[in-house]
Each structure stands twice: as structure tokens, then as C-alpha cells.
């Protein structure tokens, strides 16, 4: 978690300093594996531009409750662990840097290189139950939790093409190559990026 702060207090520091810089900016939404999933931010300058993606959400922390006996048929052993899910965190942060390849009266032709990271962490309960006798089995004092991370992060290149919808807003569709943290390449998923300017 240390990280994603750290990362999203750089990207807030790009924005202020180089955000007046700028001629087109927007704000909107974007969906892809490079770009993330989320609210955007969208800038360009001249030949060059770059794209801000997040989009968290997260459950409280409640304990979930686990039934004083429980039945279980064909298990070997005195004792069993039964486990529930309690907090959630689900999300997507992503940054793209993107270069102009040739810019048309209402749309932009680019390539862009990016990453971003697809948060999926968990806490996760266990209790301990006792059998009395063959099939059931009793709920004990033990109990243990643990968060467990399985984020999983992509990382980039591709080309898109900016569309200007009207005076106010323009839609991009891009297509990836996708690199993950889970060892695959993934090319075949095109992204898309909805933009309001202002």
C-alpha cells in the first residue's frame, strides 16, 4: 500500500506542475489492461500527452460469522479450518505516456506506452473446528486472519486514435500489448478512453 501512495503523490505532483502547460486537457473514464479501469485524466501538449487512471473501491471490515457446528462427511483427521472472506479492496491505477503520430482536423493518431496495476486485496478469517464425531464438528477458539494481496500489474506498448465527438468530448480506442506480472502477453484486448474537455 506504501507504493500506491507513493505513486499516486508523483502523479499528483506531475499534474501541478505541468498541468498549465498544456493546451487539451479532460476528465472521464477509461477501461483497458495498460490504462486501467476508472476516472482519467487526459493532457496534451504539441506531440505529446499522458493519462492518469483510478478507480478504487473497498468494503468495511466486518467480521463474517461462522456456524457453531458444521457437517462433514468423508474427512480424515480431528480438526478442520473453515475460512470467510471479511474486507475487500478492489481497484486500478494507470499511467500511459502518449506521442502523436500524425494529428487530423477532429481526431489524433498515436502510439503510447503505460502501465498500471489491478489491486485485489483481501482479508481473510479462519476458524478452527473440533470434530466430536464423525460428521460434525464443533466451532473452537481459535481464530486467525490474514490479508492476502493478489494484485496483479501490466505493463505496455500500443497505438489508438483520439476521436473528436464534438467541441466537448472525444473518444479513443487503442489496442495493447499487454505484458502481466502473471507471466502471459495479451494482444488481442482493445482499451477505450471516454474524455470531457475543459
Not at 506531475?14 to 485524466?41: K, P, W
Not at 462427511?73 to 473453515?82: F, Q, W
Request: glycine share 10%; proline share 2%; aromatic share 14%.
Amino acid at each position: 500500500m506504501k507504493k500506491i501512495c507513493f505513486v499516486m503523490m508523483f502523479l499528483l505532483i506531475v499534474v501541478s506542475v505541468f498541468g498549465e502547460q498544456y493546451s487539451e486537457r479532460g476528465l472521464g473514464f477509461s477501461a483497458g489492461t495498460v490504462s486501467g479501469i476508472g476516472f482519467s485524466y487526459r493532457q496534451y501538449v504539441k506531440d505529446f500527452g499522458y493519462q492518469i487512471t483510478v478507480g478504487i473501491t473497498a468494503s468495511d471490515d466486518k467480521k463474517p460469522n461462522f456456524s457453531d457446528t458444521i457437517s462433514e462427511y468423508g474427512l480424515s483427521g480431528n480438526t478442520i479450518t473453515k475460512s470467510k472472506k471479511g474486507w475487500e479492496l478492489d481497484g486500478s491505477i494507470g499511467l500511459m505516456l502518449i506521442k502523436t503520430l500524425k494529428d487530423y482536423e477532429h481526431s489524433k493518431f498515436y502510439c503510447f506506452v503505460g502501465g498500471s496495476v489491478r489491486l485485489d486485496r483481501k482479508k481473510v478469517y479462519s476458524r478452527v473446528y473440533d470434530a466430536s464425531n464423525r460428521a460434525t464438528y464443533y466451532l473452537t477458539d481459535i481464530e486467525t486472519s490474514k490479508t492476502v494481496n493478489d494484485d496483479v500489474y501490466y505493463f505496455g506498448p500500443g497505438i489508438g486514435v483520439d476521436l473528436e465527438l464534438s467541441k466537448h468530448a472525444s473518444f479513443a480506442l487503442e489496442w495493447p500489448l499487454t505484458i502481466s506480472s502473471e507471466k502471459k502477453i495479451v494482444m488481442y484486448i482493445p482499451q477505450c478512453s471516454l474524455t470531457f474537455k475543459f
